[in-house]
Nanobody, 121 residues
Framework: QVQLVESGGGLVQPGGSLRLSCAAS????????MSWYRQAPGKKRELVAT????????EYVDSVKGRFTISRDNLKNTVYLQMNSLKPEDTAVYYC??????????????WGQGTQVTVSS
């Protein structure tokens, strides 16, 4: 019923760019905080970027600040991650996440299946 479908991953050389998309359905997209996570083999899943539902404010992990930009289009029910100046350490499976947040607690939490990003010469 709820679906998050990532696309846009692939193989790119260091210094290159990719734009990831996540198409959402089955819930009221505009009410949800959207995030991108990534996970490399043998490593924990890491929060990369977040964009909130009401004011559209954004947050980034320090390692991608100045290189990645998260954005959303509430009319298209889609969240994006523009990735520039890519480095080999950015190689991972990237996951889309949707959260409905109350005043204190998360009330809904959904995940996509992921898209592979490989940065290599």
């Amino acid at each position: 019923q709820v679906q998050l479908v990532e696309s846009g991953g692939g193989l790119v050389q260091p210094g290159g760019s990719l734009r990831l998309s996540c198409a959402a359905s089955g819930f009221t997209f505009s009410r949800y905080t959207m995030s991108w996570y990534r996970q490399a083999p043998g490593k924990k899943r890491e929060l990369v970027a977040t964009i909130r539902s009401i004011d559209g404010s954004t947050e980034y992990v320090d390692s991608v600040k100045g290189r990645f930009t998260i954005s959303r289009d509430n009319l298209k029910n889609t969240v994006y991650l523009q990735m520039n100046s890519l480095k080999p350490e950015d190689t991972a499976v990237y996951y889309c996440n949707a959260q409905e947040r109350g005043l204190v607690l998360v009330t809904q939490d959904y995940w996509g299946q992921g898209t592979q990003v490989t940065v290599s010469s």
